[in-house]
T-cell receptor, first 114, second 112 residues
Framework: DTGVSQDPRHKITKRGQNVTFRCDPI?????LYWYRQTLGQGPEFLTY????????KSRLLSDRFSAERPKGSFSTLEIQRTEQGDSAMYLC????????????FGPGTRLLVL | GESVGLHLPTLSVQEGDNSIINCAYS??????FIWYKQESGKGPQFIID?????DKRQGQRVTVLLNKTVKHLSLQIAATQPGDSAVYFC???????????FGTGTKLQVIP
């Protein structure tokens, strides 16, 4: 399977704990995106990387959230001191760039904060 | 956009009939539009896209129509099949910006 992959697929944590999610984009895609989706809603943009550079961040991305893409390949999204309101599906997408803007999504990581 | 919470608009269609899913987009500056299909527990799956210099684009069993005058987008699915049952999202983007803004989804239920 050469699509976008995400790990873990499901995560249950207690309020106040830190969690980290990983995304592996489609090979050779230089753009990577993180979105958050709550039940019944469409995905909401969080942040975007062009290679290893984080170029855009949404106001939804509070200071408890941090994303990295250190080598321009896989990315991690960390949430510190989780809150119940962080419960959502966290989606990663990638695009080729260079005029090819279609974003292809991974299966998501479903987070439940108790 | 308006939040519909847990109550997505639902379209019920008989198997074999054609489906039309509508979407009103919000930003007149948007110049790239995408339809995604999302099945339960999965990420959105790309279906078809269209740029603002076009008003119609066809794929396999799917057609997207764009009316920029009234900021309206539609997805037509021919000969709807049970496997088409999912939530469908329209999304918009402005060239040069990476953020894709998703609209309110529509749940398509195919009746066998």
């Amino acid at each position: 399977d050469t699509g976008v992959s995400q790990d873990p697929r499901h995560k249950i944590t207690k309020r106040g704990q830190n969690v980290t999610f990983r995304c592996d984009p489609i090979s050779e895609h230089n753009r990577l995106y993180w979105y958050r989706q709550t039940l019944g809603q469409g995905p909401e943009f969080l942040t975007y990387f062009q290679n290893e550079a984080q170029l855009e961040k949404s106001r939804l991305l509070s200071d408890r959230f941090s994303a990295e893409r250190p080598k321009g390949s896989f990315s991690t999204l960390e949430i510190q001191r989780t809150e119940q309101g962080d419960s959502a599906m966290y989606l990663c997408a990638s695009s080729l760039g260079g005029g090819e803007e279609t974003q292809y999504f991974g299966p998501g990581t479903r987070l439940l904060v108790l | 956009g308006e939040s519909v919470g847990l109550h997505l608009p639902t379209l019920s269609v008989q198997e074999g009939d054609n489906s039309i899913i509508n979407c009103a987009y919000s930003n007149s500056a948007s110049d790239y539009f995408i339809w995604y299909k999302q099945e339960s527990g999965k990420g959105p799956q790309f279906i078809i896209d269209i740029r603002s210099n076009m008003d119609k684009r066809q794929g396999q069993r799917v057609t997207v129509l764009l009316n920029k005058t009234v900021k309206h987008l539609s997805l037509q699915i021919a000969a709807t099949q049970p496997g088409d049952s999912a939530v469908y999202f329209c999304a918009e983007n402005i060239r040069g910006y990476q953020k894709v803004t998703f609209g309110t989804g529509t749940k398509l239920q195919v009746i066998p």
